[in-house]
Nanobody, 113 residues
Framework: QVQLRESGPGLVKPSQTLSFTCTVS??????????WSWIRQSPGKGLEWMGA???????YYTPSLESRTSISRDTSKNQFTLQLSSVTPEDTAVYYC?????WGQGTQVTVSS
């Protein structure tokens, strides 16, 4: 059974880069045929899929965030990461990692000076 655990900041200042790591246990991110994803939910809004890195290493991004988003992986640590640059208060949300119908615990991020 795959388990996901996110780690990242709770507070980020505007214009900074938000960075999250998802640590995967229970299976390998290179051999489990999943698309390892990042999803967020802003206050009062629905879930927004941000992007993913496939088990074979290709990355995919939602067009509205593509210019600011980078997803990568560290196969030696069985982790995948999210970087979102030039954040604004509109990026305040709960951020989740997700794969194979499994969710991370979710981390609230507030963008504020």
């Amino acid at each position: 059974q795959v388990q996901l655990r996110e780690s990242g900041p709770g507070l980020v200042k505007p214009s900074q880069t938000l960075s999250f790591t998802c640590t995967v246990s229970g299976d390998s991110i290179t051999t489990k045929h999943y698309y390892w994803s990042w999803i967020r939910q802003s206050p009062g809004k629905g879930l927004e899929w941000m992007g993913a890195i496939a088990y074979f290493g290709s990355t995919y991004y939602t067009p509205s965030l593509e210019s600011r988003t980078s997803i990568s992986r560290d196969t030696s640590k069985n982790q995948f990461t999210l970087q979102l640059s030039s954040v604004t208060p509109e990026d305040t949300a709960v951020y989740y990692c997700y794969a194979g119908a499994v969710w991370g615990q979710g981390t609230q991020v507030t963008v504020s000076s």
